[in-house]
């Protein structure tokens, strides 16, 4: 039975015990790589969220109350039926975001993951006991925030959503998922159908497809008590502050500028194939893409060639329909920013080796060799299928420029000597890093985030982070008998 073959696949949100659109504007769902109309989704309204919240407020307290085993059900049946209907939302995922096969794959296997994950957050420990001064039982003990709000963006929409989604749900939370509207069905009506067809009591996954009004409803609404958002360093800057002058907590997966640093004994061909993978995978739409490649003076005209030479061979193009190494990007905004950052940056002693061309929405792998913290596409985050190459002589100077960065989210040393790249990722604070690995690696029982631009630590990923993340923390004291003041 296929998941979404209701004609109704565009009603979201729940209210009175059925199913029905949002009350806003009408929006296509638009295959980027041929500007075909996939779909139509009705957009919610901030009056929407307030509807959403109020029946999520009440659909949680019965959720959080029931035994655990009863949740952790819903969880391990929303993950048999990723697995179940992998390829149907595989190739909605490939339609609608521009994923290759193999990545949307990917996307489908980590929600699975994440559920299975998620499922056994029920049944851990929920506080601990506590050493007291004082003749009683005195203890710490969890319990779910209420309803919390997940605002996911279009790149990777379905890990990026299901990774707060999940958690938040099996610890006893209600959750309202504001997808972008790019990305509506496998953002969000993929989410609602899993969970709905899971067994999940109705009213607790809504989801808001709406511009920046609906998230600013979303993040302010009294009901809503912690807000988990991905997206870009800008946006996310402006979601902690409105969360902040209302006093709840803000999780902020942000944006990358990740570097791949290539040491002088490392394996030139195999720094290749990671530096590829690491910049060009999914269109260098994800936030641990490799933004920045430190090579070493004694490899780095070698890695040039080789990595443009890799650059011109991959294939291009319709990954529905022809068997490509990368796909369109989402849409004609994102290529012209990506195409700007690469015109501005060539000159100045900056080389196209490889790509600075596009046709429609597909922008062709591209190397640029000779960059400096001064070039404008080794400075800010591209979000493209560009490969900024720097040279560096010293390990300090490559310290120097790993560093030459606002952001800190994923670091990759590539070595021969496993231990000198650990000694040297200790001196350059990122929130994830792999030896002998590329920036963009993502498992959902390990913890998630960076550092600085990057947003605010680990808040996925693993039991510890979620339960952190989505629950809050109460001290209890219990005496046999009242305590006796002086007055």
Known sequence: MALLDSSRWNDLIFEGGSWRPGSGATTDVIEPATGETLGQVNLATPADVARAAEVAAGAQREWAALPHPARAAVLRKAAQLWAEHAEEISWWNVREVGAVPGMAGFAVHVAEQECWEAASLPSRPYGQLVPSEEPRLSMTRR??????????????????????????????????????????????????????????????????????????????????????????????????????????????????NSALLVLDDADVDAAVNLAAWGSWFHQGQICMTTGRHLVHERVYDDFVERLADKAAKL???????????????????????????????????????????????????????????????????????????????????????ATASEYGLSLGIVTRDAMRGVELADRIPTGIVHINDQTVNDEANAPFGGTGASGTGSRFGGAEANIDAFTETRWVTVRSTPAAFPF
């Not at 062709?364 to 560009?386: D, K, N, R, W």
């Open 315 to 401: 294939p291009v193009g319709d990954p529905a329909r022809e068997q490509v190494a990368l796909g369109p990007v989402i849409d004609a905004g994102q290529r012209d920013k990506i195409h700007e950052l690469v015109t501005s940056s060539v000159g100045d002693g900056v080389r196209l080796a490889a790509g600075g061309t596009f046709d429609r929405l597909f922008y062709q792998p591209t190397v640029l060799a000779g960059v400096s913290p001064s070039t404008p596409a080794f400075a800010q985050e591209i979000f493209g299928p560009v490969a900024p190459v720097a040279r560096f002589g010293s390990v300090e100077e490559a310290i120097a420029l």
């Open 143 to 256: 319990y779910p925030v209420g309803v919390v709000g997940v605002i996911s963006p279009f790149n990777v929409p379905i890990i990026l959503g299901i990774r707060s989604v999940a958690p938040a749900l099996a610890l006893g939370n209600a959750v309202l998922l504001k997808p972008d509207p790019r990305t509506a069905v496998t953002g969000g009506l993929v989410l609602a159908r899993i969970f709905q067809e899971a067994g999940l009591p109705d009213g607790l996954l809504q989801v808001l497809v709406g511009g920046a009004d609906v998230g600013e409803a979303l993040i302010t609404d009294p009901r809503v008590g912690v807000v988990s958002f991905t997206g870009s360093t800008e946006a996310g800057r402006r979601v902690g502050a409105l969360a902040g002058s209302h006093l709840k907590r803000a999780h902020l997966e942000l944006g990358g």
